[in-house]
């Protein structure tokens, strides 16, 4: 009779998903993801409360504050802080009119690129150059470019698949465009949005000066504004543009990564790091970029804790700091687990937006891809079928060197640039059901990595 | 000397495609697709300038002869208009107040379901009872239900992956729930948005009266509305609700499908058709559903004719009238085509809204469907990779009985019933680039079809 007590408690006391099938399991991770609602309020808090959250600003504490709440929320074993050291800038006045003898005069909208420097409160008065990539800066040369304002107006190309190939292939006009020009002498730089989109949004982001160059201001200019511009400027090419961008750079200041993890019940020393970044520009609400991979990230401890899902290893939900500047709060990350001699087992990053799950990219090769790539067939019956080979995310880069095996969370993307670094980055252009979707495929695959040692 | 020209003429006057492989052709029709801006100005149109064009109306005859300007603008061969019978049904004013003794009264607001009936100009005031399934109505039974409001609350279930599997889920409530409600003596339905979505906006559609029973009023209510409904009714089950919609039914009148084909310069007397429906809900842009998809239709013809492709076979885009209320236009287009003795070889429809593509679903088996599914290698390139047993839609349905192959364009659907059937269905919740993916998508299918005779 004792005996038989023993093995009564036994069977009660497996967690119920011990006793599933993964597939049971899976199926169960979908259901909670897509049925219940704190995805969806936590993500509209993080956008409506937290609007703007660049480093350093009252608004990215908030979102600090609030995403650890809402990892203890969720249930994970420990929740912390992880001091980050980041820039801080801060957008001024703005504006840029163009002005003609002959056509009159037109405003703009632009926005300041991250880490820019400014003009002076009167901004600056110059006539435009347009060109579309460094080479022409060369054969331009100094006599042509010293003392305008360069227009760096290349396109994406639209025509390219892979939308994230469209965007690197213009993006090095904002990230590079006012070191290029500066080396000629230009006295600032207006650069086209590197989105696919035609639209009034101006899109910023960060750009970054050289050493020993001089730092000119940088601001971008919507798609629809460039076309305007480059209109203009067709019909008079000695038109000026009046700019004026106060923004400012601070010293550096502290933020924080916030962490919150579930302690693996076999091998606890080792660590799936999940994870998204916290910061948004200034602009925007930062919803797919990146409130909502954070929100997802939250989500695999909330799914694990509410089925009763005991990884062997420990799963780590990481809100990364200051992804969009410089990249401090992944690399900050990175150290202190080679400092402290962890073991990254794995890490998943979550930053191409939250639209619908397609699959995922894993950065493995030969037998570990073709295990990777073999998991397909438990996303099948969610419409969920691209597994290859190449994934990862900025800021699970560093930890790369630690041998964590590098994922990265492959949504659909092809409308993601509408968004990205803008104020069309809104609340309302996540779809919660698309976000789910993605939620649970990222804490089936954790799972899945982790139950099956893959 | 004489030879040799002959030779180089021929070379010459080779269309560039067909000296291509079709890998290049495919490529050439997405930068076509993604390149030219015909579609999207075309769809906006058809969103703001022919909005609620429900069968009969002003806006219906309106968006007939814009597409028809369309196909001649896109250069088909040949451009006409098909005569349908197609029912008339208008709004009216409509107003749903819930009044309780004990809490107060509230407004909600609500779309009459298309083809109901109305109620008087002051509209009914009587006890609401809600109920979740016909098995429901029959267990309460006439002593229940007779002289109330049957209040349809059943939820689409959102933890259903396919979309459409979840809206089939609830859907007979709004055809049928009047029907069903009325042998028990209701005076009228009340019925929940058939939507994953939990918002605002009534979803309306089309419902259907049983022959021989008294035909009542049916209306439906946002699934916030929904939930707001059964809140008060679960607190005051004597609350009384004053519900008014003075829509009406007219005799049928006449409307058209609009036909435009390029001429097979094979086998002219075989025909693809690929179309989307025109009509749409009066109180929709109806730009996913479904003016989306007869841009696409018209797409097909607009990329054939620009870059020289000549298919085999006749190559027809419909713009089908009537898909919403009793799908005369799809039946007519068939009935033509059997008294002509046209040879249907294939017909793809695209109704699925208009969001990335995933793929295509055949109506095939075996040897024909295997070959089909091979297609998808063509497709890799652009990350298309659905290629699936089953598909078509209600409008091709009807070509089925003539042999013709059902071929459904499967778009990402999981936002689509965001959309659907409401006003929130317009031409701002259509990414173009989304949109565009899959009229090159669709484009490249038939080119394919066509070519290799799959």
């Known amino acids: 009779m004792y005996k038989l007590w023993i093995l009564l408690a036994s069977i009660i006391l497996v967690p119920v998903v011990k006793s599933q099938e993964p597939e049971k399991v899976i199926r169960s991770v979908f259901d909670e993801a897509l049925a219940d609602n704190t995805a969806d309020l936590t993500l509209k808090y993080l956008c409506k409360n937290t609007k703007g959250r660049i480093d350093g600003s009252p608004a990215a504490a908030e979102a600090v504050e609030y995403t ?13 802080l992880q001091k980050v050291s980041v820039p801080r800038w801060e957008r001024g006045d703005e504006h840029c ?24 409160p009167e901004g600056i ?30 396109p994406v190309d639209n025509l390219l698949i892979n939308s994230f190939a469209g965007y690197s292939g213009a993006v090095n006009q904002r990230t590079n465009g006012a070191s290029e020009a500066s080396k000629y002498g230009a006295i600032a730089v207006i650069v086209r949005s590197a989105t696919q989109a035609m639209d009034d949004f101006p899109h910023t982001g960060v750009t970054r000066y050289e050493e020993n160059i001089s730092r000119i201001p940088a601001v971008a200019v919507s ?4 076309e305007k511009l480059s209109h203009w400027l067709r019909s008079d090419p000695q038109l000026t543009v ?61 799914i694990f804790k509410k089925l009763g899902i ?52 894993f950065d493995a090769e030969g037998a570990r891809l073709e295990k990777l ?4 067939s438990y996303f099948i019956p969610y419409n969920i079928r691209d597994f290859d080979k190449g994934g990862g995310g900025s800021d699970i880069a560093p930890l790369k060197e630690l041998g964590a095996l590098q994922v990265g969370f492959m949504p659909d993307t092809q409308r993601y640039f509408w968004y990205h670094h803008s104020a069309n980055d ?3 252009q996540v779809n919660i059901r698309e976000m789910q979707l993605g939620s649970a495929s990222i804490a089936a695959l954790i799972y899945l990595i982790d139950l099956l040692d893959y």
């Open 223 to 226: 798609t629809l504004g460039a």
């Open 310 to 361: 005991s990884p062997k290893r420990t799963v780590r939900a990481v809100m990364f700091m200051n992804e969009e500047m410089s990249g401090t709060g992944g690399k900050r990350y990175a150290a202190e687990a080679k400092a402290n001699n962890e073991i990254h087992y794995a890490a998943l990053e979550s930053d191409r937006g939250v639209a619908s799950p397609r699959g995922f990219g």
């Open 242 to 302: 009046h700019l004026t961008s106060t923004c400012r750079n601070y010293p550096d200041t502290w933020s924080y990564n916030v962490i919150g993890e579930i302690l693996g019940k076999q091998k606890p020393e080792e660590i799936i790091t999940v994870g998204g970044h916290l910061d948004a520009w200034d602009i925007s609400e930062g919803a797919h970029d990146n409130a909502g991979g954070c929100v997802q990230s939250v989500e695999v401890i909330r």
């Open 373 to 376: 790539q073999s998991l397909s």
């Open 125 to 154: 008065v110059a006539k435009l150059i347009e060109v579309h990539d460094f080479e022409q800066l060369r054969t331009l040369g100094k006599k042509n470019i010293e003392g305008k304002i360069v227009f760096f107006n290349r």
């Open 426 to 428: 809104t609340y309302e």
């Open 97 to 120: 009119r163009i002005v003609s003898q002959m056509f009159g005069s037109e405003d703009i909208s632009i926005a300041a690129l991250g880490l820019s420097v400014g003009t002076s």
């Open 68 to 80: 650890r709440q809402a990892l203890i929320r969720a249930g994970a074993d420990s929740v912390w």
